[in-house]
């Protein structure tokens, strides 16, 4: 495995491998493992051999080439987290960019990109994060929003920050700065206080709190009674919610307060979401973060509780 790579995934547990990623010099992909795909390790060497650069996603699994959707792939350890600076929307000196980013980002890795002009920000998790590899992705954005919203502040402008390959050996791609400080994977607090309950709402499935604090939400405003997994609504009442919470919504329905059933509301164990008839599709969607996995903050010495 290669260095940059291997230092990031120290703290997975044995029996967990690297997602990682091989390309052409124009970072046009040439296999991923675990991909869409199966692969051998013969075709994978191979390739090797042709690829310039290397990197690796944020993720490990435990069948590296197998296929996603291979059932031992349903799940996935988050190992660490990044932030993608690229050189093209910061059109600064690299010192003076570098200088910037650890202002504003002082417990973080910093390893220039392949094209030597972007930098890699990079946190070490203290223990991994076990879930399933399409909740991944929100997960990322939260443990990365601090850091995102401290480099905005200082005039840095972040490329991506989710689950995504980082190409990290290749081109002009070196540390800058390593540290082994290691970021606790808590997440942040809720954004949201409880709303004022009218009464407690009637459920008729299993939800995790943090979905019943949102049905309580739409129960106190009148729009839902019952609560069950599918919700017949009218979508311009939800959309006015949302609203006042500080969440835009688009969506193609006039909501034009004429309270005929337009959508619905689907309820998971740790989803809810809206959808509207006239987009045909989920037009707004929130997950419970904290239930989705399992959060280890002890340190990377108990991740072996993560494989039973």
């Not at 690229?86 to 973080?108: K, V």
């Amino acid at each position: 495995m290669f260095e940059p790579v291997e230092w990031l995934f120290e703290g997975a547990p044995s029996g967990w491998f690297a997602q990682m990623g091989l390309a052409r010099r124009d970072k046009r992909a040439l296999v991923w493992v675990p991909g869409k795909k199966p692969q051998t390790e013969e075709r994978v060497a191979r390739l090797a051999a042709r690829a310039s650069l290397t990197g690796c996603t944020q993720l490990a699994f435990r069948a590296p080439f197998a296929s996603l959707i291979d059932p031992e792939n349903f799940e996935s350890l988050i190992c660490w987290v990044g932030l993608d600076i690229d050189g093209d929307d910061n059109p600064l000196p690299i010192a003076e960019l570098l200088e910037r980013i650890r202002c504003a980002c002082p417990g973080a890795s910093l390893r220039l990109s392949s094209s030597g002009r972007g930098v890699h920000v990079l946190y070490r998790l203290a223990a991994p994060i076990r879930c399933p590899p399409n909740q991944a992705n929100i997960l990322i954005r939260y443990l990365t929003q601090f850091a995102g919203a401290a480099l905005d502040l200082i005039g840095v402008r972040v490329c991506k920050r989710d689950r995504r390959m980082f190409w990290l050996s290749g081109g002009q791609n070196a540390w800058v700065y390593r540290t082994e400080k290691l970021l606790a994977s808590k997440l942040p607090e809720l954004l949201f206080a409880p709303a004022t309950m009218v009464s407690p709402p009637t459920l008729s499935g299993n939800f995790s709190p943090e979905i019943i604090l949102w049905a309580e939400r739409f129960q106190a405003a009148g729009i839902l009674q019952d609560v069950k997994p599918h919700n017949l609504v009218y979508v311009g009442d939800v959309v006015k919610l949302l609203k006042t919470l500080g969440i835009r919504v688009k969506t193609r329905s006039p909501c034009s307060g004429n309270g005929h059933i337009n959508g619905y509301i689907d309820i998971g164990w740790d989803t809810i979401s809206l959808w509207s008839y006239a987009d045909g599709h989920k037009i707004w969607s929130h997950t419970d973060v904290e239930s989705v996995c399992e959060i280890f903050s002890e340190g990377a010495e108990h991740a072996h509780k993560l494989c039973p």
